[in-house]
């Protein structure tokens, strides 16, 4: 339960922490900004009604509390309230949940940490920041993979409880039950090595995305025989990326594998083998993107046909569009795409960006499954006047 009072005095993101957290101590932030120039004068939180030490950090812009005693276990309601230089202030409530610690998850090993190491190797040339290996993510990872082989199973986010090495009936309470109380994405393929498979879900479309976060978001990965399961932290960064990046070179030029749900399924009868996806992402807005304007040009400023897929017409994307090339691209040839779209909040954005092939063999074709995610939680917050005290 979250409620915020007088919201149109002030702009940022949800409290936290939310849902289930293990620690005794844990700082209660709220990034929160007064609108129309009021500075912050005074800041308060409470967990279960007793004041906690509080304070307003500038550089963040975020009410941040930290409690001098260990919080009881069980649900804990937590209140911030905030006065600005203009006479006026707002309040926030929510609730979080303080569990037992679970044991301590074995640290990552190396094949953990080579699947890892590649999943960063392909994000800096994303010209992003590193993911963060993180145990509790690993652990969790690692037993699912073990039951997919256990019991034959290739792609399945579900566990059925009596079954061997059942250890969560989803992603989210297996996470916990190894230590990690965050929102996260699972995604799974399979490889004969962790960073083969690493490689097919970001050649995958609809699964790079949780590869391709802004952020250096904590990650897990976990290896059974050929099944290999990742888990993304889910980031709040507001950010839109594209893929290939732009300058990006040695891009595959054919893409011809399997995956769950298949891209191509709106388009019956087609050839299965397309050029390399490209892709443009948009995170941190809640809601579908809506299609302006995509295109692609190659070698001569000639154009590409492309399988064109949005939210307009692909149940499976909200925050992606989806250009899938009808042929293979040319080897060694730079290509320009061109993708605009208007994001839920009513923003435009435009990305043109050039990438180059290479020579690099495509991979042999195998499956992906639908990537499981958990949604972030909505903020809903009504607003009413509170008058000064």
Known sequence: MKRAWHQDLWEGSEPHPQGKIPQERPQLVWEMRPKGGAQIRRV???VNGRPIPTHYDVETKSIIGKPQEPLPLGTLKAFCEAWFSTDKGVEMEWEFTRVPQPPPPPAPDFAQQETVAKLNQLRRAALLPDAKIQPAL??????????????????THEQQPGKPEFFGKDHTERSER????????????????????VQHLMDAPYHRSALLQPGAFDVGAGLAGNRVTLLCALTDQQESLVYPADGQLNVAVRWDEVEIPDPLRLYPGVERITGYPITLHVFGEEGSLTLLDASVTGPGNQPVACHLNSPENDDALDDTILLMPKKPLLPLSTYQARIAVKTPMGREITRTWQFTTGKAPTPKPFEISKPSWKPAPKTVPKPTPKKKK
């Open 44 to 46: 308060q939180m409470k």
């Open 138 to 155: 690993c652990h969790a990872a690692a037993r699912h993979s073990r039951y997919l082989l256990v019991n034959r199973l290739s792609s």
């Open 178 to 197: 190894s230590g990690y109380f965050g929102l996260s994405y699972e995604v799974i393929a399979s490889g004969e090595s962790g960073p083969v498979a």
